[in-house]
C-alpha cells in the first residue's frame, strides 16, 4: 500500500518538477501566462513528461502497472477538470483541456509500456 502510494506521489511529483524546470529555462514563472507558441511547444514537451512519469510510476509500484499510472493519469483529469471549472489561471481553456487529452493517456502509456517491457526483461 505504501509503495502504491509513495509511486503515484513520486509520478506527479516528478511532473510538476519537470514542467517547472521546462518553464524555468525558457524565463516564465508558474504564475506568468506565456504566448501561445510556447504554450503549444509545452504541451509537446508535457505529452512527452507525462509517459516518462507514467512509466516511473508503474517502475516504481512493480506491480500492477497499468493501475498505478491509471491512478496518476485520474490525478491529471481532475486537475485538468479543476483547472476548467474554476478557472483558476488566466491560460486559455484548451490549455486545461490538454491535460485530460493529451496527458492522461501519455501517462497510461508510460504505464503499459513498463508493464510490457518488464515482462521481457
Given at each position: ?52 512519469c507514467g512509466y516511473l510510476t508503474a517502475l516504481i509500484a ?30 486559455p481553456y484548451w490549455v486545461a483541456l490538454s491535460i485530460i ?21
Open positions: 500500500m505504501i509503495r502504491s502510494i509513495i509511486s503515484v506521489v513520486s509520478g506527479y511529483l516528478a511532473f510538476s518538477i519537470a514542467v517547472l524546470i521546462l518553464w524555468l529555462a525558457f524565463g516564465y514563472g508558474p504564475k506568468d501566462v506565456p504566448p501561445t507558441n510556447f504554450l503549444i511547444f509545452s504541451i509537446f514537451c508535457e505529452a512527452i513528461i507525462s509517459a516518462g512493480q506491480r500492477r502497472e497499468r493501475l498505478h499510472a491509471g491512478i496518476l493519469a485520474a490525478i491529471f483529469v481532475i486537475v485538468g477538470l479543476g483547472s476548467l471549472i474554476f478557472k483558476t489561471n488566466q491560460y487529452i493529451i496527458n492522461a493517456p501519455c501517462a497510461l502509456l508510460g504505464g503499459y509500456i513498463r508493464q510490457n517491457t518488464k515482462k521481457k526483461i
